[in-house]
């Protein structure tokens, strides 16, 4: 059984300078299936680890030309090479800029075990254009893995399932969360983001994008901050993204700025989270929200907005607090609510790290996706 996992896209997060949760998953594929698994990119990477970590014993990663025409003639030359030495192969499409091409690729080139990993909604609503080529190319995979139970609803409620959606998630290295940061490298952080000791800090971590909705967390933290009348208070915004500039004015307008720390992408999130007090997302979709399950591996108290499958790492009361979407005024009273109380905060926390242990863990979801492989070719 050989696995070839079509990522498409460069390696890199725009939060993340090192390695993503998705490559730290492609590294656990390939210590369990090695040599009978690569990885297909269609750019550089900018992660010279991953590259590194993925050859160090065979060449597992594939890099294609990000020329249209170009990758679909070396993509065909690839697979075709690999049918001769492998009648199982399984092919798994991933959030590829071509994946709809590359899964009807695939199958005409007579792979039948091609599996499709989707994020969100292949259409919004049903009778539309979009809906009917979701319908159509959702014809080809052999399976569907959604990556939380709200993506395999939402594929249902558009009748795109056609029986074949598996719930696998994504998984996250606990440990690389979870581990104890030297005291001497959370002062240097603190120093550096110009952080006091008793800051209560909450930290967002996000790409800038319209659909991340970073500017209902910078409302929501200036109603904290005007309401409370205080200045022992920051809110750090990791990641960058296309509205950054747009959300810097917005906290200059708020009269927050001071407060905030845009802090662009970076490749020690573990110690942001370690000098957190509070974490979460407040975007308008998500199918999971990887940035969720590391604060959780970080024992941190959670808030969310409650859309797609963020209720799902966020139980409401039990490890953080959710809010309707774009609801800034809710969002400030969550804040208040965790300022105020930091019992809560330890005890939903603890919730935290044990809702990631029993769900979430990587090398678990590595073993129930590798699983459904082997079930797939038997």
Not at 235 to 255: Q, V
Not at 335 to 350: I, W
Request: charged share 25%.
């Amino acid at each position: 059984m050989k696995v070839i996992y079509v990522r498409g896209g460069t390696i890199e997060s725009s939060y993340v300078k090192n390695i993503g949760g998705l490559e730290e998953q492609f590294l656990r594929l390939n210590d369990k299936l090695k040599p009978s698994f690569s990885v297909i990119y269609s750019k550089k990477s900018d992660s010279i680890l991953f590259e590194k970590e993925m050859n160090a014993e065979n060449e597992s990663l594939i890099i294609l030309p990000n020329n249209y025409l170009q990758y679909i003639k070396r993509y065909i030359k690839l697979i075709l090479q690999e049918k001769k030495k492998d009648k199982n192969l399984i092919v798994h499409v991933h959030f590829a800029p071509l994946s709809n091409i590359t899964v009807l690729i695939t199958r005409i080139l007579g792979i039948k075990n091609i599996y499709w990993t989707k994020h969100s909604r292949l259409a919004k609503e049903k009778y539309t254009k979009s809906w009917f080529k979701s319908k159509i190319f959702s014809l080809f995979p052999k399976h569907i893995i959604c990556v939380s139970n709200a993506v395999e609803e939402e594929l249902k409620e558009l009748s795109l399932d056609y029986n074949k959606t598996t719930v696998i998630p994504i998984g996250i290295d606990i440990d690389k969360y979870s581990s104890l940061i030297p005291e001497e490298k959370k002062i240097n952080l603190q120093s550096e983001l110009k952080i006091s000791t008793n800051d209560f800090i909450v930290t967002i971590i996000a790409q800038q994008r319209p659909e991340k909705r970073v500017e209902v967390f910078i409302k929501a933290f200036a109603e904290f901050i005007n309401n409370n009348k205080m200045n022992n208070a920051v809110g750090l915004i990791i990641g960058g993204g296309p509205l950054e500039n747009e959300n810097i004015k917005l906290a200059k307008e708020l009269n927050v700025y001071n407060n905030l720390r845009f802090v662009g992408r970076r490749d020690d999130v573990d110690a942001i989270y370690s000098i957190s007090d509070i974490a979460g997302l407040t975007s308008e979709t998500e199918a999971l929200g990887l940035a969720l399950l590391e604060a959780c591996s970080s024992s941190l108290a959670l808030f969310g907005s409650n859309v797609g499958g963020i209720p799902e790492v966020i139980q409401d009361g039990y490890n953080g607090f959710l809010f309707e979407s774009a609801d800034y005024k809710k969002l400030s009273e969550i804040f208040n609510r965790y300022y105020l109380d930091k019992n809560l905060r330890e005890e939903h926390g603890k919730n935290s790290l044990k809702h990631v242990l029993d769900n979430y863990e990587i090398n678990n979801c590595c073993d129930r996706l590798i699983s459904h492989y082997k079930e797939c070719v038997n």
